[in-house]
């Protein structure tokens, strides 16, 4: 049997402006930081949607990596109003500017993390008193189920 579809991805503003950086997108890392929580929760059926759907990402940004894609096109799709591909293809080297370097521990703890997926789990009818985020079992610094 195959594992259930996501169908919300759970991310903070602080992991879409970390993401955008990476991918060179400058003008638009700083609008990803300041988005609210809320609006992080909007879109998390977005990238979702996009996570499940790696050809239709492929049409969008060709040769797109897919660990990441889901979360730049939905970031820049919010942003801007419709997808398009990042600037670069592969995740750029060098030191983070400083209000996106946090630790693996501090982002898990990122407060905007927790209300994104308690705003997630209250919009789904879920138990809102389970774990936190940095409770839960990660893979590669991402939440891995089970």
Request: net charge negative; charged share 25%; proline share 13%.
């Amino acid at each position: 049997m195959s594992p259930p579809a996501v169908e919300h991805v759970i991310t903070s503003p602080l992991s879409l402006a970390r993401v955008l950086w990476w991918y060179g997108e400058d003008d638009l890392w700083a609008s990803a930081l300041a988005l609210p929580p809320a609006v992080v929760a909007d879109l998390a059926p977005r990238f979702a949607q996009l996570r499940a759907e790696p050809e239709a990402m492929e049409v969008m940004w060709p040769g797109a990596p897919l660990a990441d894609a889901h979360l730049v096109l939905g970031a820049i799709e919010h942003l801007e109003g419709r997808p398009r591909p990042a600037a670069r293809r592969h995740r750029r080297g060098g030191p983070l500017p400083d209000v996106l370097d946090l630790s693996e521990d501090e982002r898990w703890r990122d407060p905007a993390l927790a209300e994104v997926l308690r705003l997630v789990q209250e919009r789904t009818d879920s138990p809102t008193d389970g774990p936190k985020p940095w409770q839960l079992p990660r893979l590669r610094g991402r939440y891995a189920p089970g």
